[in-house]
């Protein structure tokens, strides 16, 4: 298995990727921004994203956004395809594209919003921290891409200031103050807290 970073000769694996993404998402139940194979190839071509393949099977992927004119940086799309899922790779993927980040745009604060447990608990890993949508982008095309998602309407009720999602950031500026890496069933409370709240609103409307 080898976790690479993204070039020219991985654009064939564009439809696979969104494919595997998609069906992530029906199957989890969960929101997701949907992208289009031309967007995935963009960042295949220009190395602003990591695959995991074994021999020439796609088996993982993860990719770089910039927001904020290079201020920001989101590893987005992290999937794993379910014939390599429960080994690590998610894991190996996450620390890969985080490092490339970090590399490619040192001074860029690396963020990420998400409802998977299992992402948050690798973000607080690396050093990230929940911090409320505020502290993150504020550049529109960010959250217009939230479109897609099934609970766009939750974030566009609290006007984009809250949402099933939980945002993290790891700020470069604070990287040697140590970190203290929050436990899963905190992130778990807070999962189910904002289901409760939320969800609840939507049922009743």
């Not at 993204?6 to 989890?28: F, G, L, Q």
């Not at 999937?79 to 985080?98: Q, T």
């Not at 939980?166 to 929050?182: C, F, Q, R, S, V």
């Amino acid at each position: 298995m080898e976790v690479l970073i993204a070039n020219k000769s991985h654009a064939k694996y564009a439809e696979i990727i969104c494919d595997t993404i998609a069906e992530s998402a029906a199957v989890r139940g969960t929101g997701i921004a949907r992208r289009s194979p031309e967007y995935i190839t963009k960042k295949l071509e220009n190395g602003n994203a990591v695959i995991a393949l074994e021999g020439d099977k796609f088996a993982g992927f993860c990719y770089i956004e910039l927001w904020g004119h290079g201020k920001f940086v989101a590893n987005s799309g992290l999937i794993v395809h379910p014939d390599y899922r429960n080994v690590g790779l998610a894991k190996k993927i996450k620390h890969k594209i985080f490092k490339h980040s970090r590399t490619k745009f040192p001074e860029a604060k690396v963020f990420s919003i998400t409802t998977g447990l299992a992402v948050m608990k690798m973000n607080s890993d690396l050093g990230y921290k929940p911090v409320p949508f505020s502290e993150l982008t504020d550049d529109s095309t960010f959250w217009d891409g939230c479109q897609t998602c099934r609970n766009y309407d939750v974030l566009t009720r609290t006007n984009r200031k809250m949402c099933l999602c939980t945002g993290m950031l790891y700020d470069p500026k604070a990287k040697d103050e140590k970190h203290k890496k929050i436990k899963e069933k905190v992130f778990n409370r807070l999962k189910h807290i904002k289901e409760t709240m939320f969800l609840k609103k939507k049922d009743q409307k």
